[in-house]
């Protein structure tokens, strides 16, 4: 398969990419590069100009911001199929967090100026990308509610049942070799110490149980009774 074909096909994984007319995916495909990036590899800096989207084809990625003690935040945790570093593209500023690699990863690298050409020649274009920010936008109010109206363990709770799969009749979390209680922290916009406490009051009372290599909800009622106070 060559690379234009290949970024079709990543393309077509787009929730509102999917259905834009050829022509318009082959001069996406056309001004792509594919990238490799190493885990914890730094794709972009927070303040870098934007010039470049990304599309996610492979691996996990993650955006944060940092403030001046050194601490994170998360804004985003990206999987395949997913696309980064829009934003600041769409609004001309510069990249408004770093995106960092988590695992071995590949993208699709589009230029700036493809996509703001698109947007003003293809109105199907731009109608995707309106909706792809809308639904940016309503993450970014989820995120907010959490940060300021959830506690730890509600927050905790949320994530867990949003990223549940079910495996051989149980609902279960997988953790990734990148999934450390650090990095579990920074995602719920807390420290070690409280995520710790958190998933133990949990353990406790019996909605899950905390394993190797996955976290095991016992108890999907109970889980989002907590994740609703």
Wanted: net charge neutral; hydrophobic share 45%; glycine share 6%.
């Amino acid at each position: 398969m060559n690379d234009s074909a290949r970024f079709i096909n990543v393309l077509k994984r787009l929730h509102h990419f999917a259905e834009l007319p050829n022509e318009v995916q082959q001069v996406i495909a056309q001004s792509g590069t594919r990238r490799h990036f190493k885990a914890g590899q730094v794709i972009y800096v927070e303040g870098e100009p934007a010039e470049s989207i990304y599309i996610l084809e492979n691996g996990w990625v993650k955006a944060t911001r940092m403030n001046r003690e050194g601490r994170e935040q998360a804004m985003m945790f990206m999987r395949p199929g997913e696309v980064f570093g829009d934003i600041a593209v769409l609004t001309g500023t510069t990249y408004p967090g770093t995106a960092i690699a988590l695992e071995d990863i590949d993208v699709l690298v589009i230029p700036a100026h493809t996509i703001l050409d698109l947007i003003h020649q293809q109105p199907k274009f731009a109608l995707a990308v309106i909706r792809h920010l809308g639904e940016r936008v309503l993450h970014y109010i989820s995120l907010v509610e959490d940060l300021s109206l959830r506690s730890v363990e509600a927050r905790l709770a949320n994530t867990l049942l949003r990223h549940a799969e079910l495996r051989e009749g149980q609902l279960i979390v997988p953790r990734r070799e990148w999934t450390t209680f650090d990095e579990m922290a920074v995602r719920l916009g807390t420290v070690r110490d409280v995520l710790s406490r958190a998933l133990k009051t949990l353990e406790g009372e019996n909605l899950i149980r905390v394993e190797k290599q996955a976290i095991v909800i016992l108890n999907s009622n109970g889980l989002l009774e907590k994740a609703n106070r």
